[in-house]
T-cell receptor, first 113, second 118 residues
């Protein structure tokens, strides 16, 4: 079945430390991969996407993500976390074979001072 | 601001009420979406409109009725809802799809309507 998995409901990290939010996917065709962030009482905001080309994608607010085809993963990373990064993060994938769009269940990121 | 607005931001309704959610996008996009967001569940895509035509309906109960009068406006009409329909309803828009050609579009979301069904 086509799907997106975010294995962690919550990630806790200290400010200044590197952070990783994990995402794996399962689709039949070539994937287009996205990360979105949702702050409290707000809609989702686009962070970055991978379509083709360089496996390392850089996005907004210093975030980056690495596409790993063999591991079918697209983990979100940031070298140094900020308290203001605390939010809900969603991974999404577009299955180009069936033109379907799938979101993960979200990972809550808590960055503590 | 993302250029996608939703009204109302909060709505409380009884199971016998009829209400409508409104979404408007100011981005010149041609595709619009309704999503349902429930706690600890993946976002559920409900409906997709591309150039005002409904292109996707993911087995949504008929008590939810979408309407897209033009590419900038999207409505979700609600009737005889159930308490389990309580959720955050998100609208999104994207550039849209050309005929036979997939557009690598990014979706832009509104702030959502927090719906509570009593």
């Amino acid at each position: 079945a086509q799907s997106v998995a975010q294995p962690e409901d919550q990630v806790n990290v200290a400010e200044g430390n590197p952070l990783t939010v994990k995402c794996t996917y399962s689709v039949s065709g070539n994937p287009y991969l996205f990360w979105y962030v949702q702050y409290p009482n707000r809609g989702l905001q686009f962070l970055l996407k991978y379509i083709t080309g360089d496996n390392l994608v850089k996005g907004s607010y210093g975030f980056e993500a690495e596409f790993n085809k063999s591991q079918t993963s697209f983990h979100l990373k940031k070298p140094s976390a900020l308290v203001s990064d605390s939010a809900l993060y969603f991974c999404a994938v577009r299955d180009t074979n069936f033109n379907k769009f799938y979101f993960g269940s979200g990972t809550k990121l808590n960055v503590k001072p | 601001e993302t250029g996608v607005t939703q009204t109302p931001r909060h709505l409380v309704m009884g199971m016998t009420n009829k209400k409508s959610l409104k979404c408007e996008q100011h981005l010149g996009h041609n595709a619009m979406y309704w999503y349902k967001q429930s706690a600890k569940k993946p976002l559920e895509l409900m409906f997709v409109y591309n150039f005002k035509e409904q292109t996707e309906n993911n087995s949504v109960p008929s008590r939810f009725s979408p309407e897209c009068p033009n590419s900038s406006h999207l409505f979700l009409h609600l009737h005889t809802l159930q308490p389990e329909d309580s959720a955050l309803y998100l609208c999104a828009s994207s550039q849209g799809e050309g005929t036979g050609l997939l557009v690598r579009d990014t979706q832009y979301f509104g702030p959502g309507t927090r719906l509570t069904v009593l």
